[in-house]
């Protein structure tokens, strides 16, 4: 069965730190995985998918098919960044999710 | 565009209630799918609609069952209600059925089982 896992459920750093969010996953297959972010009082919103190999508000992901991860990351976080972060794994457009990860940017 | 709405926004049911939960999706989506999402956990699936019929379904018994309507707006409807339903109820929406659709979330149902 597909997994996800997000190792961390709270994170916290600077503003102007770096910052690494951390997804595994669990598939039998070449995967097409996503970001999700939900800011305070906020609908859920996808950040960025893996295919399009863009990067969205200076975030990047890339997939790593030897590891099984898809870990998010940005060079210097700002406050505006603090959110929660879900990782997903999508079966035609079903949705599986990872537990999430809290991101504090601090001041 | 309102985007994708949900009614209500909170609702309080008793253990053994029936309780249906609404949803319209934004405007030129025909697909709607339905998730849990239980208090520090991410949401998990519990079905999909396309074209008025069942498409996908997680891991949710059938008292958890859900219906769409020609205009495409959906319906979720869970009967007994354990004191384990109590969640937030995602509804999302999307242009079709393949994984490149972008799928749009509402606000939620917060729904209490006491």
């Known amino acids: 069965a597909q997994r996800v896992t997000q190792p961390e459920k709270l994170l916290s750093v600077f503003k102007g730190a770096p910052v690494e969010l951390k997804c595994n996953y669990s598939?039998?297959?070449?995967?097409?995985l996503f970001w999700y972010v939900q800011y305070s009082r906020q609908r859920l919103q996808l950040l960025l998918r893996?295919?399009s190999r863009e990067s969205i508000k200076g975030f990047t992901a890339d997939l790593n098919k030897g590891e099984t991860s898809f870990h998010l990351k940005k060079p210097f976080a700002q406050e505006e960044d603090s959110a929660m972060y879900y990782c997903?794994?999508?079966?035609?457009?079903?949705?599986?999710f990872g537990e999430g990860t809290q991101l504090t940017v601090n001041p | 565009d309102a985007g994708v709405t949900q009614s209500p926004t909170h609702l309080i049911k008793t253990r053994g209630q029936q309780v249906t939960l609404r949803c319209s999706p934004k405007?030129?989506?025909?697909?709607v799918s339905w998730y849990q999402q239980a208090l520090g956990q991410g949401p998990q699936f519990i079905f999909q609609?396309?074209?008025?019929?069942?498409?996908q379904r997680g891991n949710f018994p059938d008292r958890f069952s859900g219906h769409q309507f020609p205009n495409y707006s959906s319906e979720l409807n869970v009967n007994a209600l354990l004191l384990g339903d109590s969640a937030l109820y995602l509804c999302?929406?999307?242009?079709?059925?393949?994984?490149?659709?972008?799928?749009?979330f509402g606000p939620g149902t917060r729904l209490t089982v006491t």
């Open positions: 999302a929406s999307s242009g079709g059925l393949a994984v490149s659709y972008e799928q749009y």
């Open positions: 598939y039998s297959g070449s995967p097409e």
């Open positions: 893996h295919i």
């Open positions: 997903a794994l999508p079966q035609g457009s079903r949705l599986t």
């Open positions: 405007s030129g989506h025909d697909t």
């Open positions: 609609y396309y074209e008025e019929e069942e498409r």
